[in-house]
T-cell receptor
Framework: KQEVTQIPAALSVPEGENLVLNCSFTDSAIYNLQWFRQDPGKGLTSLLL?????REQTSGRLNASLDKSSGRSTLYIAASQPGDSATYLCAVSARSNDYKLSFGAGTTVTVRA | GAGVSQSPSNKVTEKGKDVELRCDPISGHTALYWYRQSLGQGLEFLIY????????KSGLPSDRFSAERTGGSVSTLTIQRTQQEDSAVYLC??????????????FGPGTRLTVT
């Protein structure tokens, strides 16, 4: 069974600092990995999707890397802003599992103004 | 275009009552997933549809839970004889499935269910 772990569970930084969020998974036979953002009381917003054949994806201030062989992904958020405060979730899917997502518990980020 | 929509956004029900939660996926998406997010727990998979069939119901927590999908579009998750432990946010996601290259899942805003 796929296990997804996110470290740290919570993170508080001053505005302007770069954020580094870690995700690890136990079964490297993944199809893709998605990073999501969840604001309190809201649904999930997809941030980045990395296919298993890719090493990284970038969107604006966000960059996600994937090392499938070691079962790790890292989400970097450059020059953090208070609006980046949210919970960030990592999820992996596998073809053998009908592509259903296995989620980590999330990292709750607070960016202090 | 329109994203995934879910209704109701909030539902408060008494223990023992039945509830129906609805999901409207993105038009043309063949795959549909239900997940549950309980307080203090992570997101857990409930059931998956490909078209109208559900090849994987392994996540349904008990036989009080059932789901159907009609016309390859709208899905309904039904919980019978609700219990307090059913209180959670129920999230629906859709994916292009075999018609899309990435199987990216797009989530709805969720239904917050509270059982009193």
């Amino acid at each position: 069974k796929q296990e997804v772990t996110q470290i740290p569970a919570a993170l508080s930084v001053p505005e302007g600092e770069n954020l580094v969020l870690n995700c690890s998974f136990t079964d490297s036979a993944i199809y893709n990995l998605q990073w999501f953002r969840q604001d309190p009381g809201k649904g999930l917003t997809s941030l980045l999707l990395i296919q298993s054949s890719q090493r990284e994806q970038t969107s604006g201030r966000l960059n996600a890397s994937l090392d499938k062989s070691s079962g790790r992904s890292t989400l970097y958020i450059a020059a953090s802003q208070p609006g980046d405060s949210a919970t960030y979730l990592c999820a992996v899917s596998a073809r053998s599992n009908d592509y259903k997502l296995s989620f980590g518990a999330g990292t709750t980020v607070t960016v202090r103004a | 275009g329109a994203g995934v929509s879910q209704s109701p956004s909030n539902k408060v029900t008494e223990k023992g009552k039945d509830v129906e939660l609805r999901c409207d996926p993105i038009s043309g998406h063949t795959a549909l997933y239900w997940y549950r997010q309980s307080l203090g727990q992570g997101l857990e998979f409930l059931i998956y549809f490909q078209g109208n069939s559900a090849p994987d119901k392994s996540g349904l927590p008990s036989d009080r839970f059932s789901a159907e999908r009609t016309g390859g579009s709208v899905s309904t998750l039904t919980i019978q004889r609700t219990q307090q432990e059913d209180s959670a946010v129920y999230l629906c996601a859709s994916s292009p499935g075999t018609s899309g290259p990435s199987y990216e899942q797009y989530f709805g805003p969720g239904t917050r269910l509270t059982v009193t």
